[in-house]
């Protein structure tokens, strides 16, 4: 499968918290990232749960 490059901006400190754990999981942060992509696409949804904090 032909496979593309994308680009992301986050903080570095996030970037290198998720390398560690990542490494430590045995994956790569760009398998991590295709796992949560296939995830989304095949769930139709973000795989975990998502809220706005505060009294609305």
Do not use: C, H
């Not at 992301?8 to 790569?28: H, N, P, W, Y």
């Amino acid at each position: 499968m032909e496979t593309v490059n994308v680009t992301v901006r986050m903080e570095r400190q996030t970037r290198d918290d998720a390398a560690k754990l990542f490494s430590e999981l045995g994956i790569s942060t760009t398998q991590a990232i295709n796992m949560f992509l296939k995830q989304a696409v095949g769930e139709q949804r973000i795989p975990f749960e998502v809220w706005i904090r505060g009294n609305y």
